[in-house]
């Protein structure tokens, strides 16, 4: 009868757990790659279809790959004029400016607006605090007829100004980098002080840069929010050639409407970009959301 030893128990016990937890791994694995290309089917199917005919889009059973792949579609797409120089280069040139213009305002605003909330001391703090936070309960339609009046007066209408100025500040984002903020030890701005470092400095060197993953955050949610904006540009920009994508794209739906392929890739060129974006800093972005909320 052979008789095993304490150690080499200990050893299968450990490969057990090994080969157990290798299992689980898998597992996990293989249960995120099904859910997400679950999430990304519609995608995946809505991008093939910018290669198909339209009778191919529109046919019972569908079929995933085109019998014939018309990259052309592409081409054709992106050559359309309808006059006055809107074309969908103008359009993502102009959509991309507008996003990136008010996510690196929101960026400049927010945080400092954020560490005067996480830092300083000033009569009203928490009064300011808690009205800014009772603005988001306001829907957005109560202020619409408001805030276009104010647009006209000011001679901001038919200009990118009226999507910059009202997108330069939102409650949301000062509260999240203000939450963020309140993490970061104070010990670390103390020792700045004690350099010699003055309050703008210490923002500017020491917070901000502790405060990046907040910061992308702040970056991505805002660049989405104002690629994807549809009534705000519909109603403040007049001039074709100075439409977001869209706007754009319900115009350029309408005038295509029975050419589904043309239609689905005018809908990639607004949906590839933020795809991108997020792909590239989901990290980023995750670890601010987790952040966010560690000290209140």
Same mark, same amino acid.
């Given at each position: ?83 006055? /120089? ?201 670890? /601010? ?8």
């Amino acid at each position: 009868m052979t008789t095993i030893t304490a150690p080499r128990r200990g050893h299968i016990a450990r490969e057990k757990v090994a080969r157990a937890r290798l299992m689980g791994d898998i597992f996990r694995y293989v249960l995120l790659i099904v859910l997400g290309l679950i999430a990304l089917a519609p995608f995946i199917l809505a991008f093939m279809g910018t290669f198909k005919t339209d009778a191919e889009i529109i046919a019972y059973p569908p079929k995933f790959f085109p019998k014939e792949w018309l990259i052309g579609n592409w081409a054709k797409t992106w050559a359309t004029d309808l006059g006055q /120089g809107a074309t969908f280069p103008r359009w993502l040139l102009n959509t991309a400016v507008v996003s990136v213009g008010s996510a690196v305002l929101q960026l400049i605003f927010c945080s400092m607006a954020a560490y005067a909330f996480a830092r300083l001391h000033f009569p009203g703090r928490d009064v300011v605090f808690i009205f800014m936070l009772a603005s988001m309960m306001i829907p957005g339609a109560v202020t619409l007829i408001p805030a276009y009046v104010l647009m006209t007066k000011i001679h901001f209408v038919n200009t990118y100004w009226s999507l910059l100025v009202p997108g330069a500040i939102s409650a949301g984002n000062i509260f999240l980098l203000t939450q963020f903020l309140k993490s970061i030890p104070r010990e670390l701005e103390e020792a700045a002080f004690i350099d010699g470092a003055s309050r703008f400095r210490i923002y500017k060197d020491v917070v901000i840069p502790l405060a990046r993953p907040a910061m992308l955050t702040v970056f991505i949610l805002q660049f989405q929010g104002m690629w994807n904006a549809f009534m705000a540009p519909l109603l403040y920009l007049n001039t074709p050639r100075m439409w977001v994508l869209n706007v754009a794209l319900s115009v350029f739906q309408q005038q295509y409407k029975a050419q589904w392929n043309l239609t689905l890739v005018a809908a990639m060129f607004n949906a590839i970009p933020v795809l991108l974006l997020f792909a590239f800093f989901s990290r980023y972005y995750i670890e /601010g959301i987790s952040f966010a909320g560690l000290k209140g």
